[in-house]
């Protein structure tokens, strides 16, 4: 049966930046859970990253640019965390390939897990199009990366 890499915090692992989660309720995560096919990954945490943390941002760019060197994830206390957030990529990457993962539920908006935005990069809460570092990496290794509010297209995508 086809596993699903989904981001920790969405299955209630109080993993993010803050120590919280975000936790996502769905029929569809449920069952998938029950049959056994969610692989619960956080890249950050995987990477090293202490929870909480301090909140980070991709500064100059998108995921695919940090991964290209020309742009940075940075913490808003200006640490550059450049290296554990590719890292984190991948670690998840090579999770996805151990399980022939193929699809991937992550958090919307993340600096790793953002599949359609991310924040602007300026700490100002807002929101601009990209996709955050394990996204891209993920998605460069054809593997299929939708947020939590796209999981009936990745329901779709798994027929």
Excluded at 70 to 87: H, L, R
Aim: charged share 20%; with cysteine; proline share 3%.
């Amino acid at each position: 049966m086809q596993k699903i890499l989904v981001s920790a915090c969405l299955l209630g692992n109080k993993v993010r930046y803050n120590g919280a989660d975000l936790f996502f309720e769905s029929p569809i995560l449920k069952t998938w859970i029950d049959q056994g096919r969610v692989v619960s990954f956080c890249p950050e945490v995987s990477a090293g990253l202490p929870v909480p943390r301090s909140a980070a941002e991709i500064c100059g760019g998108n995921g695919g640019l940090v991964l290209s060197g020309k742009a940075k994830v940075i913490e808003k206390n200006g640490t550059d965390v450049s290296k554990e957030f590719i890292n984190g990529a991948q670690l998840a990457l090579k999770v996805c390939k151990q399980q022939n993962i193929t699809v991937a539920i992550l958090a919307e908006s993340s600096p790793s897990c953002g599949s359609n935005t991310i924040y602007n990069g300026k700490f100002s809460n807002i929101k601009i199009a990209g996709s955050g570092v394990t996204s891209s990496l993920l998605k460069r290794h054809g593997i299929k990366v939708y947020s939590q509010y796209e999981i009936c297209k990745a329901a779709e995508s798994l027929k």
